[in-house]
């Protein structure tokens, strides 16, 4: 089945360009070339709003980070930034707001697909035998429900983004494994993800805070210096 990318840049060009190599892997393009054309385009509720959205920060009215945050209050597609070299910083805010990925200009088309591709096959990550029969992964006040994507914490449902219950599902899948980046981006994001590292830190830090979570003295997601991160609690035993 074609999936639904939607390419969101004032240039003309790069639109054509990146419209070509898309959908030569398969996707249905749509562009945009403002920020007021992307969120309608993005947040269409007639079947053909993206799965993927590559959103460039420059923009000519509303700048993509300001896009991205009007996305995230209803939206949880894909989303991978596109920025100039200059720009590093407001991709990392933009991590913290929402988006996936980012990619730097220049870039070469054949890496914008792959990362896209990358997205679009993601696999949710199979537990490591905790789970009990109803598949829902039970700690002390904790649960995580792959099925319904739920996370409960003290009674209390919490909305969470799709890669940030994708990283939590994968280390609550195995307490107490140590995970290194490297091997989250690899379960998490595909074994082809070649982008920067520190999407996991900020993605990491965003869950932290959804948990109530305090990273100087954590109780459910622990840093392991130099290395990477655990999941802290144990399973619950059914009597």
Do not use: C
């Not at 419209?19 to 007021?36: F, H, K, P, S």
């Not at 983004?161 to 939590?168: I, P």
Request: aromatic share 6%; no cysteine.
């Amino acid at each position: 089945m074609a999936r639904r990318v939607l390419v969101v840049d004032d240039e003309k060009e790069i639109r054509a360009v990146l419209r070509g190599y898309l959908e030569a892997d398969g996707n249905v393009v749509t562009e945009a070339a403002t920020g007021a054309d992307a969120l309608e385009r993005a947040l269409a509720t007639d079947g053909t709003a993206p799965e993927v959205v590559l959103l460039d920060i420059q923009l000519p009215d509303v700048d993509g980070l300001e896009v991205l945050r009007r996305l995230r209050r209803s939206s949880d597609v894909f989303v991978i930034l596109v920025t100039a070299r200059t720009e590093e910083a407001d991709a990392l805010i933009g991590l913290s707001t929402g988006a996936d990925d980012y990619i730097r200009k220049p870039f070469s088309p054949r890496e914008v697909a792959a990362r896209v591709r990358t997205l679009l096959r993601r696999v949710r990550v199979p537990g490591a035998g905790i789970e009990v029969d109803d598949g829902v992964l039970r700690f002390a006040g904790l649960t995580v429900d792959p099925a319904r994507r739920e996370v409960v914490v003290d009674g209390k449902q919490l909305s969470l983004s799709a890669l940030e219950f994708d990283v939590l599902r994968a280390l609550a899948g195995s307490p107490g494994r140590v995970y290194s980046r490297s091997q989250l981006l690899e379960e998490v994001w595909g074994y082809d993800f070649f982008g920067d590292e520190r999407v996991v830190d900020v993605h990491i830090r965003n869950l932290r805070k959804t948990l109530g979570d305090d990273a100087a003295d954590p109780r459910i997601i622990g840093t392991v210096r130099g290395v990477g991160y655990k999941f802290l609690l144990q399973p619950e035993v059914k009597p």
